[in-house]
């Protein structure tokens, strides 16, 4: 595949630009955004694990979004509301749509053509269109060569649902700027370094409460019901100030995070998971020496209730499904687990910051993942990647297990940082910074001598 590249990429008529830097296309007009940027992506394939939706959309001209070599295929981006279009920019590799047309959604099922031909060449196109919707997709119908569809970029220009700085929009203070994502491998170790993460074992704190203070706030029982754990005084009422003063059901006293998840349900019966759960907090780069602490205040929603199955299966973040004994990888719930055993997930968060907001209004764009290892431009600072792994002590036949929220792949978890600052600083330099494998005191089992971040009682030595 590198072979093939290379040749596609000395017929390039522009040059490509390595690392982080920009080619150089005309500008929007004064009124127009550029909405799509580290945005949501999905795409119908993708060619290899190299060459993601997610690429497409990350400000750099060093990765691709590329699918597989057949007809039709289509890149999808969720803008994250109703918006107007009035251009898209496509930035193709040799590999391009001959055919294709720009499309736009309210819902992701239902679209409109904004812009068809059958003529392209290929290239940087920038194009003027007219239309509104939620979704904005490229829908290939025939390609340019015998390879699959190659986009460095897919650039969507318009005005969004909300202006910055408008209703629903936290700033940071102070905010975080000058950051350059670091695009550095760290040297090799001896002993290697393989892991550089820690956990935090949280329990239930407060159960079934259809409560949401980040997509509802202020509105007790708007929501679908929740599981909360972590902070035990989490309402619909909760701000910062009033989570900082509550306890903690995890069992690292500085950890008075919010964390919550829709309900699970077996017919009308709630079922809690029992014992403290595994909440980790790892590097979601490659640099790992580059993760800083998440500041006091960040919250974002990772998944949706509303989440189609192949969204959830093709989530950018790693989401290994449903599984129970031997039964892995299931975009739903499986028909049965053995007897005994527990229904699992795991699924991780984004781990790219723009350093300027703590919260948005569709509680995600201030978020991105990384792209091949790296945060795009438009979220330059790395903060630890949160992975929830869940159990619930739930088997045999699952006809009637659900989630408040729906289906399975309807999962989704808030995030709402609480921590005490110096504590979430001493665990993140000691165990993400220092590549290490860290139980919740930020001990390394496997390396003894590194030493642990927190003394015995989980608290930072006096």
Request: hydrophobic letters at 30%.
């Amino acid at each position: 595949m590198r072979t093939r590249r290379r040749r596609l990429l000395a017929t390039c008529a522009a040059a490509t630009i390595a690392g982080t830097l920009f080619v150089a296309i005309p500008q929007a007009q004064a009124a127009d955004s550029l909405l799509s940027q580290g945005r949501p992506t999905l795409a119908s394939s993708t060619e290899n694990g190299g060459a993601p939706a997610a690429a497409a959309v990350d400000g750099r001209n060093d990765t691709r979004w590329g699918s597989v070599w057949s007809d039709p295929q289509w890149l999808r981006v969720d803008l994250g509301g109703t918006s107007t279009i009035s251009r898209v920019d496509l930035r193709w590799e040799a590999a391009y749509a001959k055919a294709f047309q720009l499309q736009t959604s309210p819902d992701g099922n239902n679209w409109t053509t904004i812009y068809s031909t059958t003529t392209a060449s290929g290239g940087n196109q920038s194009l003027t269109v007219s239309g509104s919707g939620r979704y904005v997709r490229v829908h290939g119908t025939q390609r340019g060569t015998g390879y699959g569809y190659s986009l460095y970029e897919f650039q969507v220009y318009g005005t969004g649902p909300t202006a910055p700085g408008g209703d629903g929009y936290v700033l940071a203070n102070p905010p975080v700027t000058g950051v350059v994502p670091s695009t550095q491998v760290p040297p090799a170790t001896n002993p290697p370094t393989t892991h550089h993460e820690f956990q935090m074992n949280c329990s239930v704190s407060r159960s079934n409460l259809p409560d949401d203070p980040i997509v509802f706030p202020g509105l007790p029982g708007a929501s679908h019901s929740h599981t909360f754990m972590g902070n035990n005084s989490t309402n619909a009422m909760s701000t910062l100030n009033s989570l900082q003063a509550g306890g903690t059901s995890c069992i690292t006293p500085g950890d008075k995070t919010g964390y919550w998840m829709p309900t699970l349900l077996n017919g009308d019966t709630a079922v809690q998971p029992s014992g403290r759960q595994v909440i980790y907090y790892k590097s979601g780069v490659i640099d790992y020496r580059s993760v800083r602490p998440s500041p006091p205040g960040l919250r974002y929603l990772v998944g949706s209730p509303s989440a189609t199955q192949d969204e959830f299966r093709n989530a950018p973040g790693a989401v290994e499904g449903w599984e129970c004994g031997d039964s892995t990888f299931n975009w739903d719930f499986p028909a049965n687990c053995p007897a005994g055993s527990q229904l699992n997930i795991r699924m991780q968060a984004p781990s790219c910051w723009n350093g300027i907001h703590l919260d948005t209004p569709d509680h995600k764009s201030h978020m991105a993942y990384p792209v091949l290892g790296v945060c795009p431009a438009s979220h330059p600072v790395a903060v630890p990647m949160i992975e929830f792994k869940m159990a619930w002590p739930v088997s045999g036949n699952m006809a009637g297990v659900r989630l408040s929220s729906g289906r399975g792949y309807s999962f989704h978890y808030d995030f709402y940082n609480v921590w005490d600052s110096p504590t979430l600083a001493a665990l993140t330099t000691h165990c993400i910074n220092g590549g290490l494998q860290c139980d919740p005191r930020g001990f390394d089992l496997y390396k003894p001598d590194r030493g642990a971040a927190l003394n015995e009682n989980y608290e930072l030595p006096r």
